[in-house]
């Protein structure tokens, strides 16, 4: 039995079970275990009479134990229940000298550098199970919504972006200048995105949706950055852009609202965190709002849909702040808003969560559908309090003629995407769909600062540990 479960249930006064990592030993006498299972440790008080000295020597911080006792009412400050303890079996020693993860306040930068032993700590513990209960809100919903998951491939030989910033697969020794062909005949690379494959099988399938690494070579170190990251990517044949609105709402006001009702313990803790980490950092502050306010805003109000062009007007006749202006100006229509002006549109024009449409085709992909002022595509961003962009996708262009002029324009190898062009030649249809970073999401949901925490280990440039 974990011990979660063993505070939910009905087992007071009974003998129990569990095992866990010491916390905390105290006084030669009060254990403090955690399992994982949830936020709270559990005492355990040390019988003298029935467990050796011998063991006791060996009861150190991050030793594994196993403890039996009987889960009684405690009679102590600061929990509610405790185990008598009347036996202790020692897992796994811990040399209390060399084991890092001491009972005392670490910086994330040290626990980066011991990521395999940070979920021990409460933070990181509380971090990863909602990661965990996200990503069963993922799929619970695409699954109770008729979605079919596809697992797109992780090696590709099409840029879904046309960015170029892939990271080559190859099996030919860079230093051989030999005229073999490579493994798999053709240049090929890690994926950007499966959004390609998921349309094919949206025009087939109906509904799909991704929910899988993606792996990108941009050279940035910053703390929303990261080389290998999960996207989410559901495809929907039939749809348009306002049926894609729709959906991207309603997605994200239910995983939202599942971690709201499912983790309340956690997020309460990691609220309280969010909240002292402001007040110490008054300069990375991401939001006007709590930790829980913020998800609340997401999940209790409507997402305000307004047009880029819009967007524009009301960013140009702005004052965001008496003293200041935007860091970077809204010199016209055709820029590509920063996170400064998603946030003012969110926080202080609309106060609620925005989605913005219609932005100008230079900007925006070639795979997005052209609408018939030939100057703006049917794409969407979806603006969250505290960060801006959170989501991005659009109709896609199911004309032939118009997507082979939009490659065309964008440099984009007709040859290489042949099956794409495809779909538009045998049972064209319009179809819609959005891309979500997992890891974002986890970010905004958690109230950590940096994405490097909220994935078990992060890879970014000059850094693959582990």
């Known amino acids: 039995m974990d011990i979660r479960q063993l505070f939910l249930g009905d087992q007071l006064n009974q003998e129990v079970c569990i095992r866990g990592w010491v916390r905390t030993f105290r006084a030669n006498r009060f ?24 063991v006791l020597a060996e009861i150190n911080t991050g030793a594994a134990v196993e403890i039996t006792g009987t889960f009684v009412e405690s009679q102590g400050k600061g929990q509610k229940y405790e185990i008598q303890a009347s036996n202790i079996n020692i897992l796994g020693v811990s040399n209390a000298d060399d084991y890092p993860i001491q009972p005392k306040k670490h910086s994330l930068e040290f626990l980066r550098e011991k990521a395999h032993l940070r979920v021990r700590t409460n933070t990181f513990g509380a971090v990863m199970r909602v990661r965990a209960a996200l990503s069963f809100a993922v799929h619970q919903y695409f699954t109770q919504s008729g979605f079919y998951q596809v697992h797109t491939p992780i090696i590709t030989g099409s840029d879904a972006e046309g960015a170029g910033e892939m990271f080559r697969v190859t099996t030919k020794d860079p230093e051989q200048n030999d005229d073999k062909p490579d493994f798999f005949g053709k240049e090929t690379n890690l994926t950007v995105s499966g959004q390609l494959e998921a349309e094919t099988y ?62 309340k313990e956690d997020l309460g803790f990691l609220d309280q965190r969010f909240a002292k980490e402001e007040a110490i950092k008054p300069e990375i502050k ?91 595509v049917r794409a969407m961003d979806v603006l969250f309090p505290g960060v801006g962009e959170m989501v991005g996708g659009s109709q896609r262009e199911e004309r032939l003629d118009r997507l082979v002029e939009r490659m065309k324009s964008k440099d984009v190898d007709l040859k290489e995407l042949w099956w794409y062009l495809d779909l ?43």
């Open 202 to 263: 949206a025009m087939g399938l109906g509904k799909v949706y991704t929910f899988g690494p993606t792996f990108r070579a941009e050279n940035s170190n910053t703390s929303r950055h990261l080389a290998e990251f999960w996207m989410i990517e559901p495809e929907v044949a039939f749809n348009d852009l306002e049926d894609n609105m729709d959906l991207a709402e309603d997605f994200i006001k239910s995983v939202l609202g599942y971690v709201l009702e499912n983790c």
């Open 31 to 54: 254990i403090a275990i955690n399992d994982g299972s949830c936020l709270a440790n559990m005492q355990c008080i040390v019988d003298f009479e029935q467990v050796s000295e011998e």
């Open 424 to 466: 538009r030649r045998f049972g064209t249809a319009k179809h819609a769909g959005f891309g979500l970073g997992f890891e974002r999401l986890v970010l905004y949901t958690t109230g950590m600062s940096n994405i490097r925490d909220v994935i078990p280990y992060p890879r970014t440039p000059l850094s693959a540990e582990f």
């Open 286 to 376: 991401r939001s006007p709002m709590g930790l829980l306010e913020r998800l609340q805003f997401v999940t209790q109000n409507q997402f305000k849909r307004v047009s880029y062009t819009e967007a524009i007007d009301i960013l140009r006749n702005s004052k965001p702040n008496k003293k200041k202006k935007f860091k970077y100006n809204v010199d016209g229509w055709g820029i590509d808003l920063q996170s400064e002006h998603e946030r003012y549109l969110v926080e202080k024009h609309f106060t609620s969560p925005v989605i913005i449409f219609d932005y100008p085709a230079e900007i925006k992909a070639f795979y997005m559908r052209m609408n018939e002022d030939g100057k703006t």
